[in-house]
């Protein structure tokens, strides 16, 4: 492309979503664990969850999320010029398992790379994706969100097990000149003190098993309440906007509580953020996606609006993307 025009705005031009086919009720789960529906939709708010089978991978759910997304931008495959794969969750310790979905997609030219940070992953590939379509490298960037949480869960322990699922969501990022539409603003954080409240304890450097997620819930929700009404605050603040003037909200979807207490502290209306973590569960780089691809599709985003994604996740990480539509 001419690097030559220098305004380059990175806009989304199609989104697309996977899930894998199993649905898993609260109710199933009463007949593994000690556990209850109710317990489990009052602390969470989640209802139900998608689970993996074993020919379900993170690589073939983001392939089939990546060819939705790339229909919907109405391109071809062969215009992919990037791939970046948010997940914690790869096929295999590598390839990345980007270049899997770039085989599946039957593209050879594009360059592609996962993104590591877990639940806030999304909102890094973006970035990423973003900076790559501004400096004038690419024109259309494929950013995934996709995860196999299940394959990490300790199905014994109640306290971790019930909150996630599987599932993924991409979109296509388009650089577009001459227009206001597109990404506004990224702001990322990670704060490596707080790695031990949820981690996977299990990898290639320090162990021969995969691990298994290990998480103090009350620890992470504290955190999570604080970093994500500041990143918001933070968005706010640089876009010189206020609270009232976004039109949607996109949460990363943890938890119904962590949900509600942030909009509680940041004073922002309930009916302006998209729910999914009733039917998803917590599908970490996944669910951002996920959660705009159900938002789309309701026809709920309209050409102008002003739309704010936020994630926090393990290591800690955090971060947000403005969007105006
Ligand atoms: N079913 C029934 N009882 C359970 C279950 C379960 N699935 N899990 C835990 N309990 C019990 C505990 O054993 C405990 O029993 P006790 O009082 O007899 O000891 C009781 O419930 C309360 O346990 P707490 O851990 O104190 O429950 P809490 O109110 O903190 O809720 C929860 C737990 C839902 C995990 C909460 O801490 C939370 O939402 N944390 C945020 C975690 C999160 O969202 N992590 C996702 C990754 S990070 C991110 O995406 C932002």
New binding site residues.
Partial sequence: MDKKIKSYQSVITGVGASLPKSIVTNKDLTMR????EE??VN??GIEERRIASDDETTSSLGAEASKIAIKNAQIENSEIDLIILATATPDNTFPASATLIQSSLGIDKCYAYDIQAV?SGFVFALEAADNAIKAGNVKNALVIGSETFSRILDWED??TC??FGDGAGAVVLSSKEGTERGILSNHLHSDGRYADL?YVDGGPSTSSKVGFLK?D??G??KH?VKNLSAVIEEALEYNNLSVDDIDWFIP?Q??I??LESVAKKVGLSQDKIIITVQKHA?T?AASIPLALFDAVQEDKIKKGDLVLLEA???GFSWGSTLIRW
């Fill in positions: 664990i000690d556990t209850s317990w489990i602390r969470t639940c109640r306290g019930v909150l949820l998480m819930g009350q992470v929700f999570a990363h943890a938890n509580r962590i917590n970490s926090m996740g393990g």
